[in-house]
């Protein structure tokens, strides 16, 4: 795959207003290069595990990041982030919950499916803004991920 064309970002967000804020802060960062966006829980998995209109892809191309919310039409957050922590060829991604949802419950079950970090949506934009920017600079700049033998 053309390195132009490698998904740095994976959004999994139903959201239009969210899904926009998002976009905006990451573009506000410099980090809205490469997104690829999933509005439901079963097209994030057909990206990640190329599956159906994602077939041509490899699945060796992983996102460097996925941001994933919880509440997702069709196949939701957790049973995605069940399955993408489940399968060796994927489980190294990080995977960030980006959700509106504090419910301890949630919190809990994504840590023990692997989750890398569990982000509660701040209500106003500018909360939003920093909060989107920090992690984006963080798992795309900072992280060092370890390198995959293909």
Not at 123 to 143: I, K, S
Request: hydrophobic share 40%.
């Amino acid at each position: 795959m053309n390195a132009t064309h490698i998904v740095e970002i994976l959004l999994v967000e139903d959201s239009l207003e969210d899904l926009e804020l998002t976009q905006r802060a990451l573009r506000n960062a410099k980090l809205g290069n490469n997104i690829q966006i999933a509005r439901d829980g079963a097209e994030a998995l057909d990206f990640i595990f190329c599956e159906g209109p994602h077939a041509e892809r490899r699945i060796e191309d992983t996102p460097k990041l996925i941001l994933l919310d919880l509440k997702l039409p069709k196949v939701d957050g957790l049973e995605v982030l069940e399955r993408i922590k489940g399968d060796p060829r994927t489980k190294h991604i990080p995977v960030v919950v980006l959700t509106s949802s504090k419910e301890q419950i949630d919190v809990v079950k994504s840590y023990q499916l692997g989750v890398n970090s569990y982000i509660v949506k701040p209500v106003d934009f500018e909360g939003f803004n920093a909060a989107v920017q920090e992690l984006g600079m963080y798992w795309l700049l900072l992280n060092q991920p370890p390198k995959l033998e293909k």
